[in-house]
């Protein structure tokens, strides 16, 4: 039983996180804004000075970039929370009823891999080198940790309870 509200405290804790900082990240637009102008537009870039892939330094693309993150987050955290309910919800059902609940937990477990791992993992620091400036580089080590703690969460759902 202790493994259910182990997993039910993850789910929370997850949830927080995504909408604590996507919170954070509205409150701050303008300089994510600038910030993701200025990795997508390579500026600063010393290392790897070229891309087989376009620069982009045009502010509408820019709020368009802005606009997906922050609601893949806000999504990712709501689901989470979402999952915890349900998941509270269900903690002293039978193991079965109580693993049908995880499904909101884990898809938005998922949506915060795909946010924090696919978008700023595979986007911004593959394709567009975002590694190169202490700007991207404080971003894609923030989104790592956020891409892990999700990747946890998803793991430890998908153990089989005790």
Known sequence: MHIRYLKIMFVVITS???LVYVTQNMVNAEAAHAAIIYVMSGADHTVYTN???PKFSN???GWIVIVVIFGLEYVAGILLAKGAWDMWLARNADAE??????KWAQIGSGVGVLVWFGLFGVIGAAFFQMWQTPVGTGSMNGA???FVSCAI???FLNQKDL
């Open 16 to 18: 927080l996180m995504a």
């Open 51 to 53: 891309s087989f892939g």
């Open 59 to 61: 502010p509408v693309l």
């Open 97 to 102: 009823t109580f693993a049908e609940s995880k």
């Open 144 to 146: 790592f940790q956020y």
């Open 153 to 155: 969460t998803l793991m």
